[in-house]
């Protein structure tokens, strides 16, 4: 498994995008078009996840300082239950940095259950605070999330600093 960088244009971002799309709801996610706009951006990293010359999923982050924060990141649904998420995170978590942040569901139905049991197996922790994930445009809606991360938030002060780190950097200065 490799991450490969995607810049506009590449042959993979249409893919890319049709499961972004698919994926995520309106609401825990930006237009596809403005997805792209970011891609110069050096702060942020959207990848290709290479597994045999295929292209089996993608995974965007934000990389700052001692923070990597996980926007979005999805496996091909003809790929799933072959290990590539694991894989996948196992190359994510070798990034030096201090914390590896990541938004979940609420645990409120078996599927979501089931994702916060899979980051759980690959050393993440569901931080016991209240969060709700920033609307991605003005006239959206914020979602009830939870957020993970490696290694676990221990104090509220730091998970405030954090999380408002996130809706900054992440959200509120891309309103239009």
């Not at 995170?89 to 590896?100: E, G, K």
């Not at 999330?145 to 900054?168: K, Q, V």
Request: glycine share 4%; proline share 7%; hydrophobic share 40%.
């Amino acid at each position: 498994m490799t991450f490969l960088r995607i810049t506009d244009g590449h042959p993979y971002l249409a893919t890319i995008r049709n499961w972004y799309t698919d994926a995520f709801p309106p609401d825990e996610r930006r237009q596809a078009d403005e997805l792209v706009e970011l891609l110069p951006r050096s702060d942020m990293n959207l990848c290709a996840l290479i597994s045999d010359n295929q292209v089996v999923g993608f995974i965007s982050y934000w990389h700052w300082d001692d923070i990597v924060f996980v926007e979005h990141f999805a496996i091909d649904p003809a790929q799933r239950g072959k290990r590539f998420g694991q894989q996948a995170l196992s190359l994510l978590v070798r990034i030096p940095t201090q914390y590896i942040i990541l938004e979940v569901e609420r645990p409120i139905d078996e599927i979501s259950h089931r994702r916060i049991k899979f980051y759980e197996r690959q050393g993440f922790t569901l931080n016991p605070f209240d969060y709700v994930q920033p609307p991605y445009q003005a006239e959206k809606s914020a979602v009830p999330m939870r957020l993970m991360s490696i290694p676990a938030i221990t104090s509220e002060a730091e998970f405030i600093d954090l999380s408002g780190l996130i809706r900054e950097r992440v959200y509120e200065r891309f309103y239009t």
